[in-house]
């Protein structure tokens, strides 16, 4: 029995010593894979490889794709692993158009630049040039473009400061259809309401308004408009009581004015 016991354990010496050179194999294969990809990563951090190779922006109207990658500096042989987030955030954020920006990894060379632009809401008119307001109320004197006022009215006799700033926070306020639908603004003082308006419709009609709380005062001018004949000439007030004051009304009392003096 014990010489039994014997022979079992001397033929399995054999199998216990392959198994552990078997054990000992994976775990220089392990070690040797460890020390490879740590070399590879050492190699591809300090090698081009890393650099950021593409930028694409998203969400850009009137700062170009050339423009903002340029501010970024993202091109300029940095690693896609360690830009300066904030930094690069705060020199496109620091342009007068852009209100916010987003910065995201696309793997393996790419970052998108996710950007809020600030709304054109106006346009001011120098010489031959249109000159856009911001809904901060900064006007924009240089543009990378030739600038048309296709999207938003053009503003008259608004002095810098306060009264441009107000005027922007009115229009920021309307409904696009309804802010697409006023070509022209005009500041006109008078002596019972400093900051009288007479704003000039795409469709043909001209509003007399003021600019405190503009944007509620106008609100009801579509249906106003839609209700009144086709053709029809005159001015709509829009200050408490909106009402239609018809050019054509002005014009027969004239008429029986001077009739009466002759």
Do not use: C
């Amino acid at each position: 029995m014990d010489e039994k016991k014997v022979v079992d354990i001397e033929g399995r010496i054999p199998t216990i010593k392959d198994r552990r050179r078997q054990r000992a194999n994976r775990r220089l294969i392990i070690y040797v894979s460890i020390f490879f990809v740590l070399m590879m990563a050492v190699i591809y951090f300090q090698s081009p490889f890393s650099h950021v190779k593409n930028v694409t922006v998203a969400g850009n109207s009137h700062v170009s794709d050339a423009h903002i990658t340029e501010m970024s500096g993202l091109l300029e042989e940095v690693s896609i692993w360690r830009y300066d987030r904030e930094q690069i955030l705060s020199v496109i954020e620091s342009h007068p158009e852009i209100g916010s920006a987003n910065l995201s990894r696309r793997l393996p060379s790419t970052v998108r630049i996710d950007v809020n632009e600030l709304g054109r809401v106006a346009y001011i008119r120098q010489d031959d040039s249109f000159l856009p307001m911001l809904e901060t109320g900064v006007v924009l004197t240089e543009t990378a473009e030739e600038v048309r006022p296709y999207d938003a009215p053009v503003i008259y006799n608004f002095t810098e400061g306060d009264q441009l700033r107000e005027m922007a926070s009115e229009l920021q306020d309307l409904p696009e259809s309804l802010h697409r639908r006023i070509a022209e603004i005009h500041l006109e003082p008078a002596e019972n309401d400093p900051v009288k308006l007479i704003v000039f419709m795409t469709d043909g009609f001209e509003v007399h308004s003021t600019m405190r709380n503009f944007s509620d005062r106008i609100l009801p001018y579509p249906s106003i408009a839609d209700q009144l004949e086709a053709g029809a000439e005159g001015i709509i007030h829009m200050r408490m009581s909106p009402y239609f004051e018809s050019f054509q009304s002005e014009d027969i009392e004239e008429e029986e004015e001077s009739e009466s003096e002759g």
